[in-house]
């Protein structure tokens, strides 16, 4: 059972002093949770420090990108969530989320889906941005549900887009039209399509992938 997060949760973006903890969390993520993320553990702990906290100060200084971070009331970080724009300009009406997190110790308490309301709140503010992507893993229906919940749907799927431990791990694509866009296919809308897109979720942009 998970312990009661204490009282005076916040949402808020990721500031400079806050650096530091919200990387170890990033870690905490990739190796509690490979299957999850695209980047392996591995790769993210061999970043020297401060390679690793520039990439945090670099997303926090470019228009368009933030990270969410959920602060329980003693100042510890609990939670984390990315928002970033494609880099091309005929994809500016676009956002992807990525790097969705809560500590195991603070699930249960709607976290998560304050961590999502904020983004959703923050790109809703931000001029031209018509959709949001997001990539989650397949077999994860427990995520797949919460953001169906939000209003995303399911419009594809990549097979085996990682390989865990030999494993074939698929991923699938979802997205949320903020202006109400209904797409012509009706598989699309109804169903999902089996079809690929980049999400953005290892744009070199964007280090730290899913």
């Given amino acids: 059972m998970s312990e009661p997060v204490p009282d005076g949760l916040r949402i808020e973006p990721l ?9 170890q969390l990033r870690l905490r993520a990739l190796r509690e949770h490979p299957d999850a993320f695209g980047q392996p553990y591995a790769e993210a702990i061999a970043l020297p420090l401060e390679a690793a906290h ?4 670099q997303r926090m200084a470019t ?36 790097s969705v997190y809560v500590v195991p110790e603070a699930r249960g308490h709607g976290i998560s889906s304050r961590l999502l309301d904020a983004v959703l709140n923050h790109a809703r503010h931000i001029p031209g941005v018509l959709q949001i992507h997001l990539t989650v893993t397949t077999a994860n229906t427990v995520a797949i549900h919460a ?7 399911r419009c594809g799927r990549v097979p085996r887009a990682d390989i865990l431990d030999g494993e074939p791990v698929d991923n699938d694509l979802m997205v949320l039209m903020l202006d109400g ?27 730290f992938g899913r």
């Fill in 15 to 23: 500031t400079q002093d806050r650096i530091s903890a919200c990387w």
């Fill in 147 to 153: 953001y169906e919940r939000a209003g995303f749907v």
């Fill in 54 to 57: 520039e990439i945090l100060r």
């Fill in 181 to 207: 866009y209904q797409p012509p296919d009706a598989r699309f809308r109804d169903h999902g399509y089996d079809g690929s897109g980049d999400t953005g979720r290892d744009a070199t942009t964007h280090s």
């Fill in 63 to 98: 228009a368009g990108t933030a990270t969410f971070v959920a602060v329980d009331g003693t100042g510890n970080l609990v939670g984390m969530i990315g928002f970033f724009r494609e880099p091309r300009a005929k994809n500016a009406h676009r956002r992807n989320v990525v």
